[in-house]
């Protein structure tokens, strides 16, 4: 290795410690002649309990902010919104190139035509299994089976060596669409020699093989040719392959298929565009749903997550405005409950069974596969590329270190475990994490891009658990009350133990703090609200047990 030799360099900014918010940055060079290349930027869903409001979660981009003259472009492995779901927000602080796939880029351009303000994202559309030259780094797509159509790997080629990046894969001998993952290619790049491997860990818990898409399809044609009443499918809107046999199950037993769900009709128009459902039948839309006959009907709904707004939910509570189910009908949940979402879906499923209606979902047949490697696939991965580094990613900590073991297990030479923001050194001579780059979480709260630190969402969880006390008061001339205080409690209960109104003697603590400050601090409305406040949360505190926010306004009258 010559001491000249630049330095290869791999920093993910999110989705390394979580599964979600994917964003890898590849650097090559020193100092000032240092590229860096970003692939996937996607958003991790919030969580409603810890932060309330917070419908996405993105990667602090703050680090590519300040490289943006030196970043040559961003690469989209698939469509997934864990890897593309953030540039809508996030890429015109930076207005890079964008490279991706024809589907990825025709979704891409559908979800930014569907939402106000979205900006014009700059996509370069790479042919599957193409190539591309970004500076010093050549990158290939590798096809590979997923949940999606056209996911690939990228092979990345620098003249220290080449990775390959797994993005999420799966083996699939018999995918419902696309090409099976290409060993072959992986294969080559192996014997050609692959520095290092950075590889998907979400299901590297679980020993074995997914189960084939086309498992999955006989099983969803076996249920609805055996059913007599209405079926109801629900699955995740960009599964474009389960939707392609969810469509052949229904022509197979003569019955039409309705789409139920907005995201689900996007997806399906650019599937169609893009050539992914050809040769399958026609799609109705909903209106169709009332006009057919019970057993000549599936609908395709959205909302597999149990998402309160989605087709499904709205099905389950007996509201939504052209699908209803009964006694006979059967809802298949064609999915996989993501982790926090499992009361709304229990809700949605309880919903159902009130009605009458048959749940079946992946507990009772298999109506639902996998879109990541399990240990057996992972396993074939290394046989097949034989990296010299490994950096498990995609994952929580215990899926990254289960990957690291495995690994560590079958002889790779290096196993480098990091986390998001680790600037991790690959080549020349020894890997391992060098520095920390700056790194952190953004919250989409409505329209508004907000830091991790911001007060708001820490206040409103506040709010949420303990309710807020509004006090007012005006100040005399000479320092004195010149009325009443006036009082709004809100979200805090109305008795105390002894079933005294808390409000009014709420009211009493707040006169008696004000009497009880020295003269000449009652002419400073500054001191006034703050002793007030303190009192305040502090009584409530010891009444209730909680300690509820507290906003002091004192006015000079
Ligand atoms: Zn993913
Ligand atoms: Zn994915």
Redesign the pocket.
Known sequence: MSAKADDLLFAPLGGVGE?GM?LALYGYGRGRQRRWIAVDFGVLFGDEERLPGIDLIMPDIRFLESERKNLLGIVLTHA?E??FGALIDLWPRLEVPVYATPFTAALLEAKCAGERGAPKIAVTTVPCAGAITLGPFRVEFVPVAHSIPEAHSLAITTPAGTLVHSG?WRIDPAPVIGPPTDERRFRALGDAGVLALIGDSTNAIAEGVSLSESEVAATIADIVANARGRVAVTTFASNVGRIRAIAAAARAAGRRVVIIGRAMERVIQVARETGHLDETQEFLPADAFARLPREKVVALCTGSQGESRAALARIAQGDHPIVTLSRGDTVIFSSRTIPGNDKAVGAAINGLVTQGVEVITDRDRAVHASGHPRRDELRAMFSWVRPKVFVPV?GEALHLAKHAELARSLGVPEIVTCRDGDLVHLAPGRPGIVDELPHGRLYKDGRLIEEETAKAVVERRRLAYAGCVFVALALGAKGELADDPVLELIGIPEKDSRGADLAGRVSDVVTETFDTLPKARRRDPDAVAEAVRRAVRAFVAAEWGKKPLCAVHVLEV
Do not use: L
């Open positions: 599964i994917n997934h864990d890897h999420d995609h």
